[in-house]
């Protein structure tokens, strides 16, 4: 199972462009409503989840979790128990983490991050602590995703999608949406 986080102002793309590429893999895809089920983004775009966090007890069957970023979206998330859990239970058990645009500085804050590469929304390199910052608009180190911005919502989609399935599958999803 995926589960994609949404706190209160959340980042649109970044949360339903990778969303839509996991299911379109046809990927187990949780979408857990921080605080209830219904969550506005950052401009009032309200999104039903699938589960609000009460409702989820356990992330034992997680494979991966997916933060996506936007203000206060990222503080929210990063003020979330469920989450501060998910993000432990990953790291202990060695699964994938992806964090997009602000997010990757919920984990950098955490000290997670320390000793990889890692990519995030230019002004919040300083909140990655001990990582490697690059360039790149999507950055794969160990078991951690993360990517630039919203700009790169789609590619960052394609690449948990090249992680959990395969990288024809990837090509594949991309080429039947016309993605160069």
Not at 25 to 47: Q, T
Not at 92 to 106: F, W
């Amino acid at each position: 199972m995926i589960y994609l986080f949404l706190a209160e102002g959340f980042e649109e793309l970044e949360a339903i462009a990778p969303a839509d590429c996991l299911r379109r893999a046809g990927l187990d895809l949780c979408l857990v409503g921080i605080g209830g089920r219904n969550v506005k983004s950052c401009r009032g775009i309200e999104i039903v989840c699938d589960y609000a966090d009460s409702e989820v007890f356990s992330y034992q069957d997680a494979e991966m979790i997916v933060l996506p970023g936007g203000m206060p979206g990222t503080l929210n998330l990063e003020k979330s128990e469920t989450v501060q859990s998910a993000v432990d239970f990953c790291v202990q058990s060695g699964k994938y983490i992806a964090a997009i645009c602000a997010a990757p500085s919920v984990l950098g804050r955490k000290g997670v991050l320390k000793g990889h590469k890692a990519v995030c929304y230019p002004g919040f390199e300083d909140q990655l602590q001990g990582a490697e910052i690059t360039g790149e608009s999507v950055c794969v180190s160990g078991k951690f995703i993360t990517a630039k911005s919203a700009g790169a919502a789609l590619e960052f989609g394609l690449e948990l999608v090249r992680i959990m399935c395969s990288k024809t599958k990837s090509e594949n999803i991309a080429g039947a949406m016309y993605v160069k």
